[in-house]
């Protein structure tokens, strides 16, 4: 399945003024209540993005009984 982003114009992005990467700060695609999933075509790089969000995440129950 393909789409195409009304912003993009061969790898720029006409909404922002920068490089096209699909998923950074203010890119329309990060707006609504699902989450999207960006590949950088690198398993190693998915996996390495994918546990520094882990890692950024809190642990709320954690939190609670430590205090």
Known sequence: MGWTCQHDFQG???LLN?????????CIL????????FSTGSYEE???R??????ES???AA???SN
């Open 12 to 14: 720029y992005c006409k």
């Open 58 to 60: 809190l642990d709320f």
């Open 46 to 48: 998915d996996k390495k």
């Open 30 to 37: 990060n707006k609504g209540k699902h989450e999207y999933v």
């Open 63 to 65: 939190l609670a009984r």
């Open 18 to 26: 920068v490089n096209c990467s699909p998923g950074i700060k203010g």
């Open 50 to 55: 994918l546990e520094e969000k882990e890692k």
